[in-house]
């Protein structure tokens, strides 16, 4: 391999722990489960965690685990996050760690984070007596979905004791190892679903003029919800509206009664949020009556905006900024992809950002979600250095909490 990454930042103890992180890793990787069905992945953290000797909490919201690191000193909370969920999909990277469960796949880098995070649990358990303040590792169950940020919150991860801030990372494909995304204000889109029943009256299809057509609406409608980004939305933002889903009719000679359409809209603002929303219904129900028809639209809130606040982005972007020794603005990278990891960043103040998994040689480039699907590993000591420096630079001077 002959990527270039800063090693002379990342501290011995830090090199002593990515042995294991690859190892559960690739652990991991081989047996990837769905959205609240991570026993076995639960099990592997709790073991790796008991060995630490920290105080810990298992179950939380199914199959959730959260610890504890308590420093010497009295001090701040900080929460960092991983997720364990894999993915619907079935590999074929050919790995020697390749997945032994058809049709589940780790597509997206969380085992990546949970191993990280256990690794970083590891170095920063052994420096506790030199710590002001505790960490709050959580382990998160079904970020894919439905989401496990939401419901972890409810059985109170944020509080005993109340966590002052949260910081997570997502390895990330679109960049280089050695690169990191990291944005003050919107970082990621609220993700929202909605669902189109598009209601004509069936019949021959040789007689369309006794029919009400609704493949005919439907196509219509689907070149007419184009035009609500771009005609509705300030070109300044940023929105995205996707037909993923379009469902309708058995037989070449019969016209149906209805046709189904279904996707979703992706946006950074509330305002934007509800603008798209109104506008797609407007758009649904005036189409379809221009045509006789009738059409019912059906909206599902997905996960909120991932919101960074400014000053813990600020101090991420500095412990990122000082290992890899990158300076000025870091790249953009926010993108319309959603992140439960938003409702921790509603709670409480605190920074998500991408860490570079990318690598052209040795085939880790494709896209999230992809079959072939790969990260770096180059990247494991480095993230496991960035939590732990994030941890450091926070109890040394957390930024004033603003309301
Ligand atoms: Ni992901």
């Given at each position: 391999?002959?990527?270039v990454?800063?090693?002379q930042?990342?501290?011995p ?13 690739r652990?991991?990787?081989r047996?990837p489960?769905l ?11 709790a073991?790796?965690?008991e060995e630490?000797g920290l105080?810990?909490?298992k ?12 420093g ?6 900080l929460l960092?996050?991983a997720d364990?969920?894999?993915?619907p ?21 969380h085992?990546?984070?949970?191993a990280i ?25 079904a ?5 496990g940020?939401?419901p972890?919150i ?5 509080e ?5 801030a ?23 889109a ?6 189109i029943i598009?209601?004509?009256r069936?019949?021959?299809a040789a ?5 009400v057509d ?8 689907v070149?007419a919800?184009q ?7 300030d ?5 995205v509206?996707?037909v ?8 070449y000679n019969?016209?149906?009664?209805q046709?189904?359409l279904?996707?979703t809209?992706r946006t ?6 509800q603008?798209?929303?109104?506008r ?9 009556a ?6 019912e639209?059906?909206f599902?809130?997905g996960?909120?905006p991932?919101?960074?606040?400014p ?6 972007a ?5 290992l890899l ?6 790249p953009?990278?926010r ?6 990891m ?5 709670a409480?103040?605190?920074?998500y950002f ?5 690598n052209?040689e040795?085939?880790?480039?494709y ?5 072939r ?12 250095e960035?939590?732990?420096?994030v941890?450091e ?5 957390p ?5």
């Amino acid at each position: 391999m002959t990527l270039v990454v800063p090693k002379q930042g990342v501290r011995p103890e830090v090199q002593a722990v990515v042995e294991d992180v690859i190892r559960l890793r690739r652990d991991l990787h081989r047996f990837p489960e769905l959205g609240f069905q991570e026993h076995r992945t639960a099990r592997v953290v709790a073991d790796y965690l008991e060995e630490l000797g920290l105080p810990m909490r298992k179950g939380v919201a199914g199959t959730g685990v959260v610890a504890l690191v308590e420093g010497a000193g009295p001090g701040p909370t900080l929460l960092l996050r991983a997720d364990m969920d894999a993915l619907p999909v079935h590999e074929s990277t050919g790995l020697e760690y390749a997945s032994t469960a058809p049709g589940k796949m780790h597509a997206c880098g969380h085992d990546g984070h949970t191993a990280i995070l256990l690794g970083a649990a590891r170095v920063l358990a052994g420096m506790k007596d030199r710590l002001n303040g505790t960490v709050k590792l959580v382990f998160q169950p079904a970020e894919e979905g439905p989401g496990g940020a939401q419901p972890m919150i409810e059985e109170g991860v944020l509080e005993n004791p109340p966590v002052d801030a949260a910081v997570g990372l997502h390895l990330w494909s679109d960049l280089p190892v050695g690169q990191v995304g990291v944005q003050s204000g919107p970082f990621m889109a609220a993700s929202d679903t909605f669902d189109i029943i598009v209601k004509g009256r069936g019949g021959h299809a040789a007689k369309p003029d006794q029919t009400v057509d609704p493949v005919v609406v439907a196509a219509h409608l689907v070149v007419a919800l184009q035009t609500v980004v771009s005609r509705t939305v300030d070109p300044l933002e940023s929105a995205v509206v996707t037909v993923t889903r379009m469902h309708g009719g058995e037989a070449y000679n019969v016209i149906p009664d209805q046709v189904e359409l279904g996707g979703t809209i992706r946006t950074f603002r509330p305002e934007i949020r509800q603008l798209v929303r109104d506008r797609v219904k407007g758009l649904v129900e005036g189409v379809a009556a221009g045509f006789g028809a009738e059409a019912e639209f059906r909206f599902e809130e997905g996960y909120p905006p991932v919101i960074n606040n400014p000053a813990m982005t600020e101090l991420v972007a500095g412990c990122c900024r000082s290992l890899l020794g990158l300076e000025g603005e870091l790249p953009d990278s926010r993108t319309l992809g959603g992140e439960d990891m938003a409702y921790f960043l509603n709670a409480v103040p605190g920074c998500y950002f991408f860490l570079g998994a990318r690598n052209d040689e040795t085939a880790c480039n494709y896209p999230h979600h992809h079959p072939r699907f790969n990260i770096c590993e180059e990247a494991f000591p480095l993230g496991v250095e960035l939590f732990v420096r994030v941890v450091e630079s926070f109890f040394d001077s957390p930024p004033a909490r603003e309301v």
